[in-house]
T-cell receptor, first 113, second 115 residues
């Protein structure tokens, strides 16, 4: 997983609860991403960051917030969880220096009841 | 706008036979193309990519992909399938000019290799 870890691995929430997913990387990469994976829809980009202190919206940002206060960590927040946010969430980094390839963390499976 | 299409939800092939998983793309500029594989309850693993140069790209586990600019396709191939190749495969594209390196993914194709 190219040094990308995600916490937690599983979580069950009730509608309206909040939580934060943590993505951590140990290789000093600038570019980090949050995706969600849903059956038949592939991976869709939620938010991304091109460096410490910067974030930007992806394809499906509504209902999520992110922060990148430290270069190593990219946090994804759900302020008021909804059943439609039941999904598997993946964090990724882009490794530059000639390879220009995204590498993914192991994922977080979130269920919202 | 960028997009990726994987027209087959599932591909079935017998072990030892060649396999092809199809992918077509749309970008405004030059494409960078990727294939990833996902095994059950795992993250995505990088297989191969095309950036420039030879249209036939070789990757991990004996997979290869052929870039066809006129048909805007990047099909994944393997000469002889293994049961262990059974997994979910994703094609992805990004525009060469996109400085954020964002990827757009297809919906995925499930490959089932029967013994």
């Amino acid at each position: 997983n190219a040094g990308v870890t995600q916490t937690p691995k599983f979580r069950v929430l009730k509608t309206g609860q909040s939580m934060t997913l943590l993505c951590a990387q140990d290789m000093n990469h600038e570019y980090m991403y949050w995706y969600r994976q849903d059956p038949g829809m592939g991976l869709r980009l939620i938010h991304y960051s091109v460096g410490e202190g910067t974030t930007a919206k992806g394809e499906v940002p509504d209902g999520y917030n992110v922060s990148r206060l430290k270069k190593q960590n990219f946090l994804l927040g759900l302020e008021s969880a909804a059943p439609s946010q039941t999904s598997v969430y993946f964090c990724a980094i882009t490794r530059l220096a000639g390879t220009d390839t995204q590498y993914f963390g192991p994922g977080t499976r979130l269920t919202v009841l | 706008a960028q997009s990726v299409a994987q027209p087959e939800d599932q591909v079935n092939v017998a072990e030892g036979n060649p396999l092809t998983v199809k992918c077509t793309y749309s970008v405004s500029g030059n494409p960078y193309l990727f294939w990833y594989v996902q095994y059950p309850n795992r993250g995505l693993q990088f297989l191969l990519k095309y950036i420039t140069g030879d249209n036939l790209v070789k990757g991990s586990y004996g997979f290869e992909a052929e870039f066809n600019k006129s048909q805007t396709s990047f099909h994944l191939k393997k000469p002889s399938a293994l049961v262990s190749d059974s997994a979910l495969y994703f094609c992805a594209v990004r525009d060469e000019e996109d400085s954020s390196y964002k990827l757009i993914f297809g919906s995925g194709t499930r490959l089932l290799v029967r013994p």
